[in-house]
């Protein structure tokens, strides 16, 4: 088990060298900081100046390998905008992000699962293809085009929430309802499926051969087995709880970390936007890692310790 | 009488992880271990044994479909190589397979014509019009009339699928036919009728068959020559008559003793303890002592050769049975 | 003779097949006494196993099941399905074919057997896992109370079907319906489970249905079987009289059929035809078309399952006229 999880957490760290070196050198590929941040018609001594201060005029490896030794260091570097500490400038919109995105992972896990459930549990009828319905359209439509419809009918039309901003806990609401009815759509659909493929396997028919009731069957012997494959998917929409929300936090104005990337990415913001990336690919890993050993809890078959051999009887 | 098929030696072992999953040190599986027979023309080879033992294996190994350790196969007085050469290609036409399931061996999307006919149009054989004929010719001699030409695999029921497999192996007018339990799936009523046009066809083509199959009742009805398998090898090998009346391995003796019949209806079984071992964890000596009845000191330590019997037969046994008849002795 | 412990009367079970209802049992009717070992004996579709899903509420929610199950003079047919849930496991216990998938991957089989028990006969925790452990040795698995704490797929086969074995015995019940328990084993660990299987009946008297595509298997441990074919039974009779003097042509023909390690070997006497399809069965006797026996009047009217002798019966007109394989041979 620890040179599983050594050999998990060795990949990830490769995983995330690679998405930081790429992000570097496309970043410096597409546009020039200096410009970008001074605007094109600064004065070019000002520019100069600008480049001399943050080491642009280095050649390109030079920088990155200074970038890689300062992360070594535990140094994400400062943001070229105003000269803060990149990190500080990611970590405070850190619990913004979050006042939206856990809210919404209840909504996903709690609609999307129970719906998927009550979908299987009544297929073929009139619920399952309501919960269905909704959820082809929840993940057919982009987050954007439902969040701006939302905010058209909530705030444009009725005017019962304000339409952008973070001024309030009721800013919030729309963002949540946007990002959480787009994951349980997905979730339900997955759990649907799982709970169906249980449903049908022998030892279903076994619970009630034996004389359990079939509450007693679903919430015993199906619901633990179709928890495996939910699970996976459960584990992305967590590890995604600080990235996830970029499309919505713009449409919003919500100024969380998805926002600040967006920003970042423009101004080519070099050390903000490599601190976003680490932040997302760690919690991320960090994330498929959980699921992994957690799955190891739910399926002992993948707990091979006594090795795949099937033992004797007389 | 000169064999067409000569297996000597044959080995395939695989390497995988033991216990503790990922991490579990590297053992060795030894599915085959040393596996000796020969077929000669027109004759059929049964091979028996339960799951795990190798039989399917073997099969694939006799085929060159899977590369072997060690061993060699001669086929029609050639080697058998896995090189994919002119030779190679001759032998796949007249080494021919049968699998358990006829509908996953069939494409669902083509008509049973176009699948009879598709081998002799892969390996090049006559002119289109030819072809057609040949597919026509060979499915009447399976039971299969021409209004079946046009039809889909899921049109059919399983025993006409396993003549449709049939027809598409015998298109090519192959030698050698290695059946992998090829009634296992089929209902009791049509095992008989596929059991008994293997025998007609084998007669009509001077086919050769390896039979592979769990059923000794199945094998007795087809096999000229019957071997047991145990763990990756042959533990007896002889007439069919001798060694389901007279085993005399143990093994055997358990696997014919316990047949359930309507003959053998409420006679006691000397019934075999526990399952058998798997192929990583081999026991030293004679694989087959944990569970042997008449095991000794020596079995432990020995692992018996297969040896000729008096009565011609083979075993590979250091106490042979061969007094009394299994069934009288139960 | 003892009482009838169950009663299956003129059961019907229809199924939906694209808009259509196809029906799948054409009125089954069984009785099984006190204690006693029937074996039903067909091929895939006969109906066989779906005659004692229905007669248990085992059957998707979707089929139409119809016609009287009586147990004990009491009908239970109108049960609901969890009112049905207190006779299964308790009176009537099920094994299936696949013992490694019949069990619950992600339960320890303890805790599987453990549930049975508790269930049934209202023990806690501490004493249904003694109860678990007491019937794992009843089963004969060596080492019972290390299993306890394995999981089906660390067990084989053979074992995982003395498990389920093990937990059907849990509600004492005073039927098992075993349903092709053997099918998917190796023949070696077939007789261990089938011996098994006698010794548990011998042991507690419960009676026994094995249902089983293999003469041979229904041979060996029951007293009596009942032959069926296409959705209906079509001989019923003591397992002896059965074998030795079959009646109905289907019988003697799936005799002639059958390979035998034993006697001499002599060519096979196959049953023509196909099994026929459900949906699409011929009209009459539904194995006229096969039968070397039929007559005109067998497409004609469907036979009832008569008496023929006492403890005998056959669905056939010509039952009784001699058997026409060896001629048809």
Redesign the interface.
Known sequence: MLGYVASRAFRALVTILLVLTFAFFILNATGDPAILILSADAPPEAIEAFREEWGLNAPLWKQYIGYLWNLAHGELGRSMRDGRDAWAVVSERIPVTLAITIPALIIKLVIGISAGIVAALWRDTWVDRLVMAFSVTGYTVPSFVLGLALMLVFAVQLGWLPAAGADSWRHAILPIITLGVAGAAVLARFTRSAMLEVLGQPFIRTGLAKGLVWRAVVIGHAFPNAAIPTLTIAGFMIGSLVAGAVVVESVFAWPGVGRLLVSAVGNRDLMVVQAILLLVTVTMVSANLIVDIVYGFVDPRLRTARGGQARGGT | MSALLEVEGLVKHYHVR???????APVVLKAVDGVSFAIPAGRTLGLVG??GCGKSTTARLVLGTLARDGGQVMFDGEPVGSVRDTRWRAQRRAMQMVYQDPLSALDRRLTVGKQVVEPALVHGLGASAERHEKALTIMDAVGLSSRFFDRYPHEL?G??RQRVVLARALILSPKLLVCDEPISAL???????V??LL?DLQEKFSLTYLFIS?????V??VAHEVAVMYLGRIVERGD??AL??APAHPYTQ?????????????RA?A????????P??TPPGCSFHPRCPRAEARCRSEAPLLRPLADGRFAACHFPVLSTPA?EAA | MTAPLIELKDLTVDFPVGGNWVRALHGVSLTIRRGEALGLVGESGSGKSVTWLAATKLLPAKARIDGKVLLDGKPIQGLTRDQMASVRGKRVALIFQDPTSSLNPVHRVGTQIGEAVRLHRGFDAAAARAEAKRLLDRVHIPSAARRLDDYPHELSGGTNQRVMIAMALAGEPDLLVADEPTTALDVTIQAQILDLLAEMRRETGMALVLISHDLGIVADITDRVAVMYAGRIVEEAPVDALFDDPRHPYTQGLLAALPDVAGPRRRLTAIPGQVPNPAALPPGCAFAPRCPAAIAGCVTAIPSLDAVAADRRTACFRAGDGTPWEIAA
């Open positions: 033991g216990g503790g999953g990922l991490f579990g339960e799951s029921s025993g006409q209902d009791v009523s049509i095992q008989a009728q059991i008994n025998v769990h059923d000794l009742k199945v007795r009805q069919p008559e389901f009346h358990a696997l014919v003793g316990a047949i359930p019949t309507p003959r053998t209806r409420g079984r019934a075999l303890q526990g399952d058998p071992p798997s990583i964890n069934r």
